[in-house]
């Protein structure tokens, strides 16, 4: 039992390690807007993270169904969420680390749900592991459910790591470099947008 709540701690951890549009959303959140939004971000992720392991115990093919079923327009919102935020991010004037009270959690919340859940890439792990779960024939109902739980504490767990680390680097440097720090996440995204919008990510 404990097996299959580890093994999704550390699969869940894996599949946010790397950086990619919701990890700078997590960073950039952090640097302009303060760590509340920032964690409502990584939460959003987490969620989608979390549905889409619960799906994998119904098998690979309705994972890949999913994928195929998604349509360009969800992309299209994909791409402008991320577009604007960093756009926002790189011609806003505030102060990097200043709390925004216009941009509240839940559309923090919202728009790290929109990103996550219309990438396709965030998929193909879960597409992998229910072909692996099925050749093992061990997806039963607690299974998956540990397992799922196991996914959203280690994706969650490994959004609230970056988000301390970049708050921990926003203590110890300059606003100036704050400011140039959150100007590159917000190129950063405008690329991870414009990749969105081709299909490339």
Known sequence: MSEHLLQGLVFGFCVALPIGPVSLMCIQRCLSDGVALAAACGLGAASVHGVLAALTGAGAGLLVQAQSDMSAAARVVSALVLAVIG?????????????????GIAAAYVSSLMVTGTNPMTLLPYVAAASALSAGAVAGTLTVSLWTLGIVVGTAACY????????????RAAPEAMARLNIAAGVMMVGCATAVAVGVV
């Open 87 to 103: 756009l926002r991010a790189i011609f806003s004037h505030a102060p990097a680390g200043a709390a925004t009270r216009g941009n």
């Open 160 to 171: 609230a790591l970056l988000i301390a680390a970049t708050r921990l680097t926003c203590r």
